[in-house]
């Protein structure tokens, strides 16, 4: 039976005095965070050297899993989780995996979020927020929330594509960014795994984390 494999989680922490002092008017309240995670389906293979000849391994891809503060991370966890009953979700190396095990491996991750600028060495991140135009809506609340978001997005011109407007955001390298990003993500109904375009090293035999530790304390020495 084909299932998704899941190879490696990392996450970032935006601490919330940071957001306030980037964005005053946020409403949040709470330090936010970006989960992300390498996975591929196990039947979907691609071809690569190693050495000098050409194999065949599973492709696999970084994506955005979630997005908010750290309940609503771990809520998006749980949920995933229920996957790993039926099978269709494995931890790489696992034969078979359940939920409490995934559940544990990704609050571990969180508890060990590193700062966007860390990762933003390894992990390259543009998010898009894509809402209704103001103009077109009749609801007044939620034309008030569009037109505070195009206001405080008023040096990025908007991409208008039918009756919405598109911004691009970087989160991880604009402090400003992630602060309008996390506190108007609500407006967009898109899943979140199709608001983003993730993209680092997928096939390093190191796992993510390690790696940053490592930079991290070579630059220390």
Same mark, same amino acid.
């Given at each position: 039976?084909?299932?998704?494999?899941?190879?490696?989680?990392?996450?970032?922490?935006?601490?919330?005095?940071?957001?306030?002092?980037?964005?005053?008017?946020?409403?949040?309240?709470?330090? !936010?965070?970006?989960?992300?995670?390498?996975?591929?389906?196990? #039947?979907?293979?691609?071809?690569?050297?190693?050495?000098? /000849?050409?194999?065949?391994?599973?492709?696999?891809? +970084?994506?955005?899993?979630?997005?908010? !503060?750290?309940?609503?991370?771990?809520? *998006?966890?749980?949920? #995933?989780?229920? +996957? &790993?009953?039926?099978? &269709?979700?494995?931890?790489?190396?696992?034969?078979?995996?359940?939920?409490? *095990?995934?559940?544990? /491996?990704?609050?571990?991750?969180?508890?060990?979020?590193?700062? $966007?600028?860390?990762?933003?060495?390894?992990?390259? &991140? @543009?998010? *898009?927020? @894509?809402?209704?135009?103001?103009?077109?809506?009749?609801?007044? +609340?939620? /034309?008030?929330?569009?037109?505070?978001?195009?206001?405080?997005?008023?040096?990025?011109?908007?991409?208008?594509?039918?009756?919405?407007?598109?911004?691009?955001? @970087?989160?991880?390298? #604009?402090?400003?960014?992630?602060?309008?990003?996390? @506190?108007?993500?609500?407006?967009?109904?898109?899943?979140?795994? #199709?608001?983003? %375009?993730?993209?680092?090293?997928?096939?390093?035999?190191? $796992?993510?984390?390690? %790696?940053?530790?490592?930079?991290?304390?070579?630059?220390?020495?």
């Amino acid at each position: 039976m084909s299932h998704r494999i899941a190879y490696d989680a990392v996450a970032v922490r935006f601490p919330i005095e940071t957001l306030r002092e980037a964005f005053p008017q946020t409403r949040l309240f709470d330090d !936010q965070f970006l989960l992300f995670e390498l996975g591929g389906d196990n #039947n979907v293979t691609t071809s690569q050297y190693r050495g000098n /000849r050409v194999v065949e391994i599973r492709m696999r891809s +970084w994506s955005l899993m979630a997005s908010g !503060q750290k309940s609503t991370i771990m809520r *998006t966890v749980v949920e #995933n989780a229920a +996957w &790993c009953e039926s099978g &269709c979700l494995r931890l790489s190396g696992s034969r078979d995996t359940q939920a409490e *095990t995934f559940i544990r /491996r990704y609050r571990s991750v969180v508890e060990a979020a590193v700062p $966007p600028e860390v990762l933003g060495r390894h992990l390259a &991140c @543009s998010m *898009t927020l @894509s809402v209704p135009d103001p103009q077109t809506l009749d609801d007044a +609340w939620r /034309r008030k929330e569009l037109t505070g978001l195009s206001e405080s997005l008023a040096e990025h011109a908007p991409a208008h594509v039918g009756e919405r407007l598109h911004w691009t955001l @970087s989160p991880l390298s #604009n402090m400003h960014d992630a602060a309008i990003m996390f @506190s108007y993500q609500y407006l967009d109904e898109r899943r979140i795994f #199709n608001r983003a %375009q993730v993209s680092g090293h997928e096939y390093d035999a190191t $796992p993510l984390m390690k %790696q940053m530790n490592t930079a991290t304390l070579s630059l220390a020495l």
